[in-house]
């Protein structure tokens, strides 16, 4: 069974207090990404070489700690979820320090970035997935659900879609390994229920 790793939904969050997601702004502005990015699947080939600095915002009054996981202009995972993710064998992400800092509060964390190298081809709708001129998914293809074939999986814990990199998928074990740890700063969705347009 799959995952699909969904920082949107916050369920540590009271909804009824917070409008909606996000709960913290990023300055993407003022990041220093890598060649490539953090979505390519690939080795970093110049990885950085300082701690990364960030700023960021919490927006709608929002108070505490970054998410354990978000996904955006740039990859973020809080220490613990980085040593679940080592805990239960995952050996294909690359780690680099990062210092959060919030603007106009006296608040910084120490996360990390990260890095996912692997993609596997998910079996995305072809009728709404955007192509290329060879009717190739291309790495933002809409997804409206998928499924993955476990021969695709390629026996990875955790991956990127090669249809859409910004869709990344654990699996069951991971997911567990999360759950018992108590984190629930992100949600896990069915990939047949995911949808990225």
Not at 53 to 79: C, K, M, N, R
Not at 92 to 121: M, Q
Not at 144 to 173: A, P
């Amino acid at each position: 069974m799959f995952y699909v790793l969904n920082d949107i939904e916050n369920p540590s969050i009271d909804e009824d207090e917070y409008d909606d997601p996000p709960f913290l702004e990023v300055h993407e502005e003022l990041l220093v990404n890598p060649d490539g990015g953090w979505h390519s699947g690939k080795k970093l080939a110049k990885p950085p070489e300082n701690i990364i600095q960030v700023q960021a915002t919490p927006l709608f009054g929002y108070e505490g700690a970054p998410p354990d996981y978000y996904d955006d202009s740039i990859s973020l995972i809080s220490p613990r979820l980085k040593n679940i993710l080592l805990d239960v064998g995952v050996d294909n992400v690359e780690f680099f320090p990062v210092h959060i800092t919030y603007r106009d509060r006296k608040e910084s964390y120490d996360w990390f970035a990260f890095n996912i190298v692997g993609l596997s081809h998910s079996l995305i709708d072809n009728d709404k997935a955007h192509t290329n001129e060879n009717g190739k998914g291309l790495i933002d293809s809409s997804i409206n659900g998928f499924s993955i074939d476990e021969h695709e999986s390629k026996g990875l814990k955790i991956f990127r879609l090669s249809d859409n990199v910004m869709t990344t998928v654990v699996t069951q074990e991971v997911k567990d390994a999360v759950d018992s740890a108590g984190i629930n700063t992100f949600a896990f969705t069915k990939p047949e229920d995911w949808i990225m347009v």
